[in-house]
């Protein structure tokens, strides 16, 4: 199966700036020739925003470019997969995951559909919990329907809270605990991964997991801020980046995974590049692991 790999320029659904440079820099860097000449890019073509002046509607910041950058990672996502392609998403900032989970779901339906969200954050907030309004905060409340309709892209459901995995997360506001329970989300949070290994953890999420498809969705905060700085928000307390590889490729192992995000690394703070190199490393690996099990 060859790989695509789709551009998502938004940063207006977080506080940061940086994020929507992401593709353009791993690109011009050189991306391709490590994912192999059959890989295609496709960019994402929208005018410019100023983030400063970017709409706020009823309390939601960056309504209307989240949204429209959004449809068009949906219609971009399942496009490559009716092809026959990996698609790959290159944030910007997570709330473009809600675009993603809704093209992967469109294509293989939501009952099919199992995320890994593997993120500092829980990033489940819906339009109503939220206290900040930034909705990188809510792809996955939005993805399971619980959020506002101006936060739906495709169907109003594309992804069920029993088929929900997050992992490594420490930043999890109070609300969101409650709609993690009501939702039936499996959360494993960055204590756990640290007692218990990652391998461990991602085993045992596998086991859990009964849809035939998985979309993985990567942010890079999920790293330790020592680590891994290049990221709108620098947490203390993660995990290691090698546990990021292994996490990542041990859920490709399954054979399951039909698209994914890696998302919310900032190119413009990464002045040595070491942490695009720590990206690279991991492209490599999910090129190996396609290759060997798609």
């Given amino acids: 199966m060859n790989i695509s790999v789709l551009e998502a320029p938004i940063c207006v659904g977080s506080p940061t700036k940086g994020s929507e440079n992401a593709y353009d820099e791993l690109v011009s860097s050189g991306l391709k020739s490590i994912l192999g000449k059959d890989a295609?890019?496709?960019?994402l073509s929208i005018q410019s925003y100023d983030k400063e002046r970017a709409s706020n509607q009823n309390g939601l910041n960056g309504l209307d470019q989240v949204m429209e950058i959004g449809r068009k990672i949906?219609?971009?996502?399942?496009a490559e997969l009716k092809n026959g392609r990996f698609p790959i998403v290159i944030g910007g900032d997570h709330s473009c995951a809600m675009g993603s989970i809704a093209g992967a779901s469109a294509h293989v339906e939501a009952e099919k559909l199992s995320v890994v969200y593997i993120d500092g954050h829980a990033d489940i907030n819906?339009?109503?919990?939220?206290?900040?309004?930034?909705?990188?905060?809510?792809?996955?409340a939005a993805a399971m329907g619980i959020c506002s309709d101006k936060l739906t892209i495709g169907k109003k459901i594309n992804l069920?809270?029993?088929?929900?995995?997050?992992?490594?997360?420490r930043s999890i506001d109070p609300a969101e605990y409650g709609i993690i329970e009501d939702q039936g989300v499996t959360l494993y949070g960055?204590?756990?991964?640290?007692?218990?290994?990652?391998?461990?953890?991602?085993?045992e999420v596998l086991t859990k997991i009964t849809t035939p498809y998985i979309h993985v969705?990567?942010?890079v905060d999920f790293v330790d801020g020592?680590?891994?700085s290049s990221t709108g928000y620098v947490m203390p307390d993660g995990a290691s980046f090698e546990d990021a590889r292994l996490a990542v490729k041990a859920v490709l192992e399954s054979g399951k995974v039909c698209s994914m995000?890696?998302?919310?690394?900032?190119?413009?703070?990464?002045?040595?590049?070491?942490?695009?190199?720590k990206l690279f490393n991991m492209f490599e690996d999910i090129r190996d692991e396609i290759k060997n099990h798609y």
Avoid: C, W
Avoid at 126 to 139: A, F, V
Avoid at 160 to 169: D, M, V
């Fill in 40 to 43: 295609r890019l496709v960019p």
């Fill in 74 to 78: 949906y219609k971009n996502v399942n």
């Fill in 126 to 140: 819906t339009d109503q919990s939220s206290l900040t309004g930034y909705i990188h905060g809510m792809p996955l």
């Fill in 160 to 169: 069920y809270g029993k088929n929900t995995f997050i992992i490594g997360a």
């Fill in 190 to 203: 960055i204590k756990e991964i640290k007692e218990r290994g990652i391998s461990a953890v991602i085993t």
């Fill in 217 to 219: 969705s990567f942010d």
């Fill in 226 to 228: 020592n680590e891994f």
């Fill in 261 to 277: 995000d890696i998302v919310e690394y900032n190119p413009t703070v990464d002045t040595n590049g070491l942490d695009r190199s």
